[in-house]
Nanobody
């Protein structure tokens, strides 16, 4: 059974930084994609960033230059470094894994990710 546990969320002022972590267990696939998604109240879930098993990355236009996704295979941990945070970044952030796709070249489709964490809240005030 795949389990994902996020941490690192919190409340910060605009311009601040946060680093989210996601510890994965029970995932045995050699090829995969891992990503961060977010959902604000009243809005659909959207992709933020993703990384595949080869290390290639993909970012939403709204976060390019501000967010960095990375992973530590030895620790089975996914990270999202968020800098220059804006109020519009406020959302519940979810860690997800896909065993259905093996490349991030196709973008950030939430429906392709079949394992999800419980989420961690990020709130950015002006």
């Amino acid at each position: 059974q795949v389990q994902l546990v996020e941490s690192g969320g919190g409340s910060v002022q605009a311009g601040g930084s946060l680093r989210l972590s996601c510890v994965a267990s029970g995932y045995t696939y050699s090829r995969y994609c891992m990503g961060w998604f977010r959902q604000a109240p009243g809005k659909e879930r959207e992709g933020v960033a993703a990384i595949d098993s080869d290390g290639s990355t993909s970012y939403a236009d709204s976060v390019k230059g501000r967010f960095t996704i990375s992973k530590d295979n030895a620790k089975n941990t996914l990270y999202l470094q968020m800098n220059s945070l804006k109020p519009e970044d406020t959302a519940m952030y979810y860690c997800a894994v896909s065993s259905l796709i093996d490349s991030v070249a196709g973008g950030l489709p939430p429906y392709e990710y079949n394992y999800w964490g419980q989420g961690t809240q990020v709130t950015v005030s002006s």
